[in-house]
């Protein structure tokens, strides 16, 4: 059985056909290129169509620009902050170059300081660099990276740039200790350079301080004179500076005056220091160190120049 279906199309107010349709929009379309080809005649309907349309063209372009944006805004914070970081190692880098620079500065000051000091002085010496420093309430002890297979022996005087420092106790191959003159147990013959005054600079225990116990209250001696070594123990050399003269104390009851001086040395900044070969005899190593630790020689040689010193005029 067959069922006929209704045609629900409208008989009134159907149109053309899609060809016919097509046909016509085509047509239109040449017309309308071909008139403004020759005349521009669509300029202006063409520039506000244009403006109409533009809040549409932003809205569809708008996910693709933010996109960009992020990504191009996330790529420029990764690169500043690689730069960022490349440009603080470097400036690391540059610091600690600096730093070495100027310690190499300092140590090429300091060594120049030294050989200067070396001159005048014998024809051999040697450079030494601290190990380690011992300081206590008495002892005042220090170790040098040179030892008996560098030459050196027992008492050999050590000064730096600017004073005598002490002279070498202990001796082993590679390494020396040395006792600096602010020891309580060391003592160095000294003279007062303004007028050839000798005495004995005993070491106080403390690193900034010596003390002249020998020195009569009629020594003409002053604060701020300068004390070099007289060269007498055959130890140190002659005339090499060492403290100045800092309190003088006289009391008419007593014998000797207080006399404090403070050593020119550099004792408790040193980082070298420059051994001596005097030209004197040299010793063995069952060589007793000298004088200048010898309390009981000391004693009798201050005694001997403290009375001395009182027999001179004033």
């Known amino acids: 059985m067959v069922t006929l279906s209704a045609d629900t199309r409208p008989i009134i107010g159907r149109g053309p056909p899609l060809g016919a349709r097509f046909f016509f929009l ?43 944006w992020l990504t191009g805004s996330f790529a420029d914070r990764a690169r500043l902050r690689e730069e960022n970081a490349e440009l603080s190692e ?40 601290i190990m380690n420093v011992s300081v206590d309430a008495f002892r005042h002890r220090l170790r040098i990276n040179k030892g008996a297979s560098d030459g050196v022996f027992e008492g050999q005087p050590v000064i730096d740039a600017f004073g005598i420092v002490g002279q070498v106790m202990r001796l082993d191959l590679f390494s020396s200790q040395v006792i600096l003159i602010t020891d309580a147990e060391h003592a160095t013959p000294v003279q007062v350079n303004r007028n050839g005054i000798r005495s004995i600079a005993m070491g106080t225990g403390k690193l900034g301080s010596l003390s002249l116990p020998f020195m009569t209250s009629e020594s003409d001696i002053r604060v701020g004179d300068l004390l070099v070594s007289s060269g007498l123990d055959g130890i140190f050399p002659a005339g090499y500076p060492v403290a100045t003269i800092t309190k003088v ?55 001997n120049q403290g009375t001395s010193d009182a027999e001179q005029p004033n």
């Open 26 to 68: 085509a047509v239109i379309s040449i017309a309308a290129m071909v008139l403004d080809q020759r005349g521009n005649y669509l300029d202006t309907a063409r520039m506000w169509m244009g403006a109409a349309l533009h809040p549409l063209n932003a809205i569809v372009d708008a996910p693709h620009s933010a996109w960009n």
């Open 90 to 129: 470097a400036l690391r880098v540059a610091r600690i170059k600096l730093l070495e620079y100027e310690s190499l500065v300092e140590e090429n000051r300091r060594l120049r300081e030294l050989r200067n000091a070396s001159q005048g002085i014998g024809e051999r010496t040697l450079i030494a660099e």
């Open 249 to 303: 104390e006289r009391n008419p009851t007593d014998t000797f005056a207080t006399v404090e001086a403070k050593p020119l040395a550099l004792l408790d900044r040193d980082r070298e220091v420059l051994l001596l070969w005097p030209e004197v005899p040299e010793r063995t190593a069952d060589s007793p160190v000298g004088e200048g630790v010898s309390s009981q020689r000391t004693e009798d040689l201050g005694q």
